[in-house]
C-alpha cells in the first residue's frame, strides 16, 4: 500500500507566506507526477501546481509568480511554498501522486487534505 501524509497547512494573513509538504511512504518503485489541488466550499476541485518526472512544471493562472512547487526524489516528498498568499487561497490542499508500485502499474493517490486558510 501506499499512503501520502501531508503536513504545514493552517492560519495566515493576507501577504503571508505557508508551506506545505506531502511525503509518500509505502511499495513505492517510482513517482511520476507529484502535484497539489485546492478545494473550496461549495466548488470543484481544481490544478494548483503540478510537476512532471521530467522537470517540467505547470501552475494555475491564479498562483503563477506567487507559489512554487518542488520536489525531493530522494524523500518522495513534494512541497507547496505559497507566497503573497490571498483571501481566495483559502482551501483544503490536497497532495497528489502518480505512483508506481512494486507488482502494479502507475496509480493515483491523493493525501487526506490540509487547511489553508488566510485572512484578511
Known amino acids: 500500500q501506499v499512503q501520502l501524509v501531508e503536513s504545514g497547512g493552517g492560519l495566515v494573513q493576507a501577504g503571508g507566506s505557508l508551506r506545505i509538504s506531502c511525503a509518500a511512504s509505502?511499495?513505492?518503485?517510482?513517482?511520476?507526477?507529484m502535484g497539489w489541488y485546492r478545494q473550496a466550499p461549495g466548488k470543484q476541485r481544481e490544478l494548483v501546481a503540478l510537476?512532471?518526472?521530467?522537470?517540467?512544471?505547470n501552475y494555475a493562472d491564479s498562483v503563477k509568480g506567487r507559489f512554487t512547487i518542488s520536489r525531493d526524489n530522494a524523500k518522495n516528498t513534494v512541497y507547496l511554498e505559497m507566497n503573497s498568499l490571498k483571501v481566495e487561497d483559502t482551501s483544503v490542499y490536497y497532495c497528489?501522486?502518480?505512483?508506481?508500485?512494486?507488482?502494479?502499474?502507475?496509480?493515483?493517490?491523493w493525501g487526506q487534505g490540509t487547511q489553508v486558510t488566510v485572512s484578511s
Open positions: 497528489y501522486m502518480r505512483i508506481r508500485r512494486i507488482g502494479y502499474g502507475a496509480d493515483d493517490y
Open positions: 509505502g511499495s513505492i518503485v517510482s513517482i511520476n507526477a
Open positions: 510537476s512532471t518526472s521530467n522537470g517540467g512544471t
